[in-house]
């Protein structure tokens, strides 16, 4: 499946919708609200835009684990 960016929205752009939906889907799906205590599992893109999204969504306590030294 494919569809045509519109031309005001970049290549790069482009390139960071799809890891940003995977992110919002999955902080929607835990539920997250406001003073939610969650633990996310890997620093890789989606990790840390999930991150991101659940501070937004209200999250106040967040755990990120990832590798030593790969991008925490």
């Given at each position: ?6 031309d ?43 991150m ?21």
């Amino acid at each position: 499946f494919s569809s045509r960016l519109p031309d005001h929205v970049s290549m790069e752009e482009g390139a960071f919708l799809e890891p940003l939906s995977c992110a919002v889907h999955s902080v929607r799906r835990a539920g997250v609200t406001l003073g939610t205590r969650l633990l996310i599992c890997g620093a890789g893109p989606i990790g840390i835009l999930s991150m991101m999204v659940a501070r937004n969504m209200g999250a106040t306590h967040i755990c990120l684990t990832g590798i030593p030294g790969a991008r925490v």
